[in-house]
């Protein structure tokens, strides 16, 4: 085993801890706010400090070293950028701090930029798994903005 594997290795471990215990902690934390129980606002912004300064910043140097263009490096930068927005936004949300609209506005923002760009991007790519590949992004990136969007209009309607 050479250093760097053992290094890429480690990064992808230590990276799905981090996405793991901070998901769950999310969801722990939304759960106890949903019950109005102490502690859930303590929770829920340990959980997104922990994704978006532990989990999207190494999963986009993870994703980085392993990316061989420039195309694919930009789209790995804003997706993170994008994950950031979103999470800290809908903190603000659970919260009722002033200022989640903004943030919700600028993270679907950012991915609906993304998805055309990357559409278009597999369009133009010549070998087929990086096409598919990149059809692949921007149809889960679709799905999850959809999502995203619904439960937003949801909790501005009711």
């Not at 801890?17 to 340990?46: C, D, N, Q, R, Y």
């Not at 694919?72 to 200022?99: D, Y």
């Not at 991915?111 to 760009?117: A, C, E, N, V």
């Not at 559409?119 to 679709?142: C, G, R, T, W, Y």
């Amino acid at each position: 085993i050479r250093v760097g594997q053992l290094n890429s290795r480690v990064m992808k471990k230590s990276t799905f801890i981090i996405g793991i215990i901070s998901s769950f902690l999310f969801l722990i934390g939304v759960g106890m706010k949903f019950e109005h129980w102490p502690g859930a606002s303590v929770v829920i912004t340990v959980a997104a400090v922990l994704f978006v300064f532990g989990y999207s910043i190494l999963l986009m140097i993870d994703k980085n070293a392993l990316s061989s263009d420039e195309f694919q490096k930009f789209v790995n930068i804003m997706t993170m950028v994008a994950m950031m927005v979103i999470m800290i936004a809908f903190v603000f949300k659970f919260q009722h701090w002033p200022g989640a609209r903004y943030g919700l506005y600028t993270g679907h923002l950012v991915l609906l930029i993304l998805i055309p760009t990357l559409f278009m991007h597999a369009s133009k790519e010549s070998d087929p798994l990086k096409k598919l590949n990149f059809n692949n992004e921007a149809i889960l990136l679709v799905l999850l903005t959809a999502f995203s969007f619904f439960i937003w209009l949801v909790r501005s309607i009711s």
